[in-house]
Structure formats: structure tokens, C-alpha cells
């Protein structure tokens, strides 16, 4: 019972990662069709502001040092800064440019980023410690887990309601899901484009350093390169939900890490290291039977 | 009649590229220092890696992020096939027999990186290119990380994330010329055949193409295999450049490299792909000059390490925003003036 309980919340604290990183991504898709390969450096640049820059294998922790209640809302000031940043300076010269465009500006602009944090840090791997109060073990039905995986589902789950609610219940909310489904008709009808998107991507900046401070108190590591993997597996998730469908894209993220949770247990122990090269070849297998996704989005549909 | 008037017409366009290639093995030949002479073979790998992934990209329109998992296939082959069976078993123990044995010169190394490459690009291409758009984009990212994933993990066939070493070094230029001017024709002889023009049709008005009875799938998935191949061969005479390969040698980094190349010189164009290569090394051996510390009066100075990635970054953005199509656009060199492709008028072939 207490081994079930264990590889259930392991599944559900990775599929919460991937879920928000899929968030993050399918938000900016559904307003501008952009597949925002910059999401994981974001990421990667939410932990790195909270250390003073230095080429030294010792971190120095700079803004980590904040009381936890100051520093969340850095944090997600943060990645939401970035975010809206990154909009005004690159993307928002591209909203007339195609898909495949976009896609390959937000993929140098993710390298400019990653290779401004080398400069400033070195590619070597910093050891810090965030939040160091989460890695205490609580016992739930029989499992020991880490409080932090614990409060890694909350979070998400809170998210997810919150974002729910501020989707079908506000004004903003209401603008944003209806430049989603046709953004022309919605600019018609007197949606303010710019402040959308610019929403878009605050919102999509923020879940971007929730998942930074799960990853740095988890690992325990700042690395330029982290918030690349999350960011494969949020794409993946965003594929298989249907490309900007946000509960696809959701469903899809927990079911990914459900997948990999469960490889995990069940392959052999020479096999487990290849667990993602498994979760890639599932996800390839679900796209030769639904290469639409599961659940696919209105308006994304290619029209003649 | 019409076949042989397309080649008359297309023929300068690589015929003025392997000029361009020849011209700089003989500034590379004539200055003769050992750094330039490996910048020199490095820029003309590039443009074997810049040219297949332009085969694919170009001709069919979607933009793959996976093609240098190809390049891993094809660098891994060269490792198995060419490294003196003595250290393979040391380095490599899990390797059968028949290939611990196998001492093969570079240039086979080279083909059967290429055909490897293109058997694993069949596999993949099979299901990838029922994709479309920005799925199959995701998904060929997919395919990277997933080769990368078990590259970096086999330990006995791939000794994991260390380097394997002792692969036979070549330094003569020419092979690598020679390299870079087959796979222009190639994908030069690819273009203008029957299933490249209709993958282009495909790309340009997918609804009519598929309407005058193009299989978009077929053409895109022999499209993937002609480029898997390509990037095979050339991820073999890389490890045959540097003498080593490790599963991080072909990742992001060389993705990023080779995709701005092919944006800055412009995605349609093979002219642009191979001007690409050359206009960007340009800019990377000067910003790599900067890095090392240039000597100005009586104090060094040096940009810092990370500049060469972020100034490349830079300009792939700025010519996205202000030149989509690249520096070619959708034309190539002819050698008359520049013109833009002209829909050929019926009859008058």
C-alpha cells in the first residue's frame, strides 16, 4: 500500500511539473500561435536571479537569502518581467509573421538567454540550497514523501483552480480565451490585443518560476541548462493536448509523468536509465494514432 | 524535353557553389597554417550539415530541430567502424564481434554513417512525417532528445557521456571539400527531381498540391532520408575532424549553429544555405578571435566567453524580424543577374 502510495505521488509531483511548463506553453500558443522555445530558459533564468553572478563553483546566494514570502513573489515577478520582456523587445515584431518563424526567433532567443547566464555563471553546475525547510519527509496512508513533493502537488492543483477561475470568471480572463479561439474577430470586437498578450505572457512567466523553485529546492542545483528537459517533456505534453488546448494540455502533462513515474518502476533496472528515450518513443506512438492530439484545440485546425 | 531544360537552367547554381567552395580550400591550401586549416574543414562540414538540413527544410517547409540526430548516428558509426579494434574494447566492450573487428578507411566510415543515418531517418520520417507543422517541428525535437537520451546512457556501446577517443584523424582539406560539394549536388540533383518539386509544391500550396495527387507524406519522408543521409555522412567526417565524439558534440549547441546559418542565408535557397555558412563562420572565427583577447596598445582585450552564442542569437533575430526569408530569400545564384524564381510559362519548354 505505502509503495502504490509512494509511486502515485511521485506521478502526480512530476506530472504537476510538466503540467504547469505545458501551461506556460500552450497560454502563449493559444494567443499567438508562437511555440515559445525560450519557456525553459526562463526557467533556468528565475533561479539564477536569486544569485549575485560570479564564474565561482560556490553560489552565491543573493536574493535567496529573502523570507519565503518575499521571495515567491520575486521570483514570479521575475519570470514574469522576463516574459513580458521578451515580448516587447522580440515577438511583438512578429505578430505578423508565420508560425515557423516565431518559433525559430524563440529558440535564439532562449539561447541568447542561456548563453547570458554562461557569462554571467559559467556552465558549471552551482550547488545551492532553497527552501531548505521542504525537504523534510511527512508521512501520508503509509508513504514517506518530501513535504516539498507534497506542496509541489498543492500548488499545482491551487494553479490550476486559480487559473480556472480567472479564465471563465473575469473580464480578462473572458478577452484571453476569446483571442484565443479567433484573434482577429476578437481585436474586432474590441479585445486590446497587446494588453492579451502581454497578460499571456506575464501569466506564462509566472508558472515559468513556479516550476524554478520547485526544480531549485528540489535538486538543489542551479544549472543553465535545467529548465531544458521540463521544457521538452511541456512541449510534448503540449503536442499530445492538442497544440493550445490548456485541460489538454494539463491532462497531457500529468499523463506524462503518470508514464514516466510507472517506466520507472517497471522497467528493468538496466533499462531505467533510458526511462525518457521510452517516454519519447510513447509519445511517438500516440501521435501515429491521434496526430491531432488528444484533445485538439477549435481554431487550430488547418482550414482550406 | 522539359526534364532536360530544368537542369540546363539550375545547373549554374551548384556549379558556382563548388567554386566558392574550391576558392576557399585554395586560400585554405595556399596560406597553409594548421588553426586555418581547420577552420577551413570545420566551415565546410557546416556547410554538409547546413546543406542536408536545407534538403529537408527548404524543399518541404517544415522546420526540423532533430537533424543533427542524425549527425550523432552517423559520428557514432565513424567511432564503431574506423577505431582500432584494440581500444574499441576497452572503451566500447558491448560491441558485436563482427564490429569490434571492423577497421574501414574514413570515406566508408563516411557511407555508412550516411546509410545509417538514413535507415534510422526511415524509421522515424515513417511516423514523424504525418505531422504537420509545428506538431512534426516539436516532435523532430523529440527525436533529438530521444537519440541524445540513449547516446548519453548505452555505457557499452556508446561509452555513455564520456568521450570516445582514437578515431583516425584526417587533415587534408580536400576530403572535406570534396564532401561539401557532393552534398550540394545532391541536394541540388534533389530540388529539381520529380519528388522535390512536387515536395515544394507541397510546401507552398499544400491544399492544390495534395489536390493534383501528391502523397505530402512520401514526398517529405524521402525528402527526411536524402537529409538524414546527408547529415550521417557528415556527422562521420566530423568525428574524423576532431577525433572524438561525445553524444553532447551533436545537441543544442550544433542545432542552434547550423539552424542560424540556414535562416541567415535564407531557408528556400541552397545558395543561401551555403552563403549562410560562409557569412556566419566569418562571424564566428572573429567573435572567437575577440574571446581569445586581442591585443590593443599595452592591455589585452577580451569579450567573454558566451559572446559568440548571444551575438549569433542576435543577428538570427534580427534577420527573422527584418528578413524572414533569409539573405537569399527564395532565389539562388545563376550567375546572370539576381532573379527571383519565375513560374515558367506553360509551352515554353
Redesign the interface.
Given at each position: 500500500m505505502g509503495g502504490l502510495m509512494q509511486v502515485i505521488f511521485d506521478a502526480l509531483s512530476l506530472g504537476s511539473l510538466y503540467a504547469l511548463g505545458a501551461l506556460g506553453i500552450a497560454l502563449i500558443f493559444g494567443v499567438m500561435?508562437l511555440?515559445n522555445f525560450a519557456h525553459g530558459d526562463v526557467i533556468a533564468f528565475c533561479v539564477f536571479a536569486l544569485l549575485w553572478p560570479s564564474v565561482d563553483a560556490v553560489a552565491i546566494i543573493f536574493a535567496g537569502n529573502l523570507p519565503w514570502f518575499l521571495l515567491i513573489p520575486f521570483t514570479l515577478a521575475v519570470g514574469a518581467g522576463l516574459s513580458v520582456l521578451s515580448e516587447v523587445v522580440?515577438f511583438r515584431?512578429?505578430r505578423r509573421?508565420n508560425?515557423?518563424?516565431m518559433?525559430?526567433?524563440s529558440?535564439?532567443?532562449g539561447?541568447?538567454i542561456?548563453?547570458?547566464l554562461?557569462?554571467l555563471f559559467?556552465s558549471r553546475p552551482k550547488s545551492i540550497s532553497l527552501l531548505p525547510g521542504l525537504s523534510q519527509p511527512v508521512e501520508i496512508l503509509g508513504a514517506r514523501i518530501p513535504l516539498l513533493q507534497l506542496i509541489t502537488i498543492l500548488v499545482t492543483i491551487a494553479v490550476l483552480i486559480g487559473l480556472t477561475a480567472f479564465l471563465r470568471r473575469t473580464r480578462f480572463g473572458l478577452e484571453m480565451r476569446a483571442a484565443a479561439e479567433n484573434f482577429t474577430m476578437a481585436r474586432m470586437l474590441g479585445v486590446r490585443a497587446n494588453r492579451v498578450i502581454m497578460g499571456a505572457f506575464a501569466l506564462s512567466g509566472a508558472l515559468a518560476a513556479a516550476i524554478a523553485l520547485i526544480l531549485g529546492s528540489q535538486t538543489g542545483t542551479a544549472n543553465i541548462m535545467m529548465g531544458?528537459?521540463v521544457m521538452?517533456m511541456a512541449?510534448?505534453a503540449?503536442?499530445i493536448g492538442g497544440?493550445g488546448s490548456l485541460a489538454g494540455a494539463v491532462i497531457a502533462g500529468f499523463a506524462l509523468g503518470a508514464i514516466a513515474t510507472v517506466m520507472q518502476v517497471i522497467l528493468p533496472p538496466d533499462a531505467r536509465?533510458?526511462r525518457?528515450?521510452f517516454v519519447?518513443?510513447a509519445?511517438?506512438l500516440v501521435?501515429?494514432f491521434r496526430?491531432q492530439?488528444l484533445l485538439a484545440a477549435r481554431g487550430t485546425k488547418?482550414r482550406? | 524535353m522539359a526534364r532536360y531544360s530544368i537542369l540546363r537552367r539550375t545547373i549554374a547554381t551548384p556549379l558556382i557553389l563548388s567554386a566558392l567552395l574550391l576558392a576557399f580550400a585554395l586560400i585554405a591550401w595556399f596560406v597553409g597554417s594548421r588553426p586555418f586549416n581547420q577552420t577551413v574543414i570545420d566551415i565546410f562540414l557546416q556547410v554538409v550539415f547546413v546543406v542536408g538540413l536545407y534538403t529537408f527544410i527548404g524543399n518541404s517547409g517544415v522546420i526540423s530541430f532533430g537533424h543533427i540526430a542524425f549527425a550523432c548516428l552517423g559520428g557514432y558509426v565513424a567511432a564503431w567502424t574506423t577505431i582500432k579494434p584494440m581500444m574499441k574494447g576497452t572503451a566500447m566492450p558491448g560491441l558485436p564481434d563482427w564490429l569490434m573487428q571492423m577497421e574501414i578507411p574514413f570515406w566508408a566510415a563516411a557511407l555508412a554513417g550516411g546509410t545509417f543515418a538514413a535507415f534510422w531517418a526511415l524509421v522515424f520520417g515513417a511516423v514523424l512525417m504525418r505531422l504537420s507543422g509545428i506538431a512534426a517541428s516539436i516532435a523532430t525535437f523529440a527525436m533529438l532528445a530521444m537519440v541524445n537520451a540513449i547516446y548519453s546512457n548505452w555505457s557499452s556501446v556508446t561509452a555513455a557521456t564520456s568521450s570516445v577517443v582514437g578515431i583516425p584523424i584526417v587533415r587534408s582539406i580536400w576530403p572535406y571539400m570534396i564532401a561539401a560539394i557532393l552534398a550540394v549536388f545532391v541536394a541540388w540533383a534533389f530540388s529539381i527531381s520529380r519528388h522535390g518539386l512536387a515536395l515544394r509544391a507541397a510546401r507552398d500550396e499544400p491544399t492544390a498540391a495534395a489536390a493534383s495527387g501528391i502523397n505530402i507524406p512520401r514526398v517529405r519522408l524521402i525528402a527526411f532520408v536524402i537529409s538524414g543521409a546527408i547529415m550521417g555522412a557528415g556527422g562521420a567526417l566530423y568525428a574524423h575532424s576532431i577525433g572524438l565524439v561525445t553524444p553532447d558534440t551533436f545537441y543544442l549547441g550544433l542545432t542552434f549553429t547550423t539552424l542560424s546559418m540556414l535562416v541567415v542565408g535564407g531557408m528556400g535557397s541552397l545558395s543561401g544555405a551555403v552563403l549562410g555558412v560562409l557569412i556566419l563562420s566569418s562571424l564566428i572565427q572573429v567573435l572567437r578571435w575577440l574571446e581569445a583577447g586581442v591585443q590593443v596598445g599595452a592591455s589585452t582585450f577580451a569579450l567573454p566567453g558566451g559572446v559568440q552564442e548571444i551575438a549569433l542569437g542576435v543577428v538570427m533575430i534580427l534577420i527573422l524580424m527584418f528578413r524572414p526569408s533569409g539573405i537569399m530569400g527564395n532565389s539562388e545564384l545563376t550567375g546572370l543577374r539576381a532573379r527571383t524564381e519565375k513560374p515558367v510559362e506553360p509551352g515554353t519548354d
Open positions: 500561435r511555440v522580440v515584431r512578429f509573421a508560425p515557423a518563424t518559433m525559430i526567433a529558440f535564439a532567443l539561447f541568447v542561456r548563453y547570458f554562461l557569462m559559467s531544458a528537459s521538452l512541449f510534448i503540449t503536442v497544440m536509465a533510458f525518457d528515450a519519447y518513443g509519445v511517438i501521435l501515429i496526430p492530439g488547418e482550406v | -
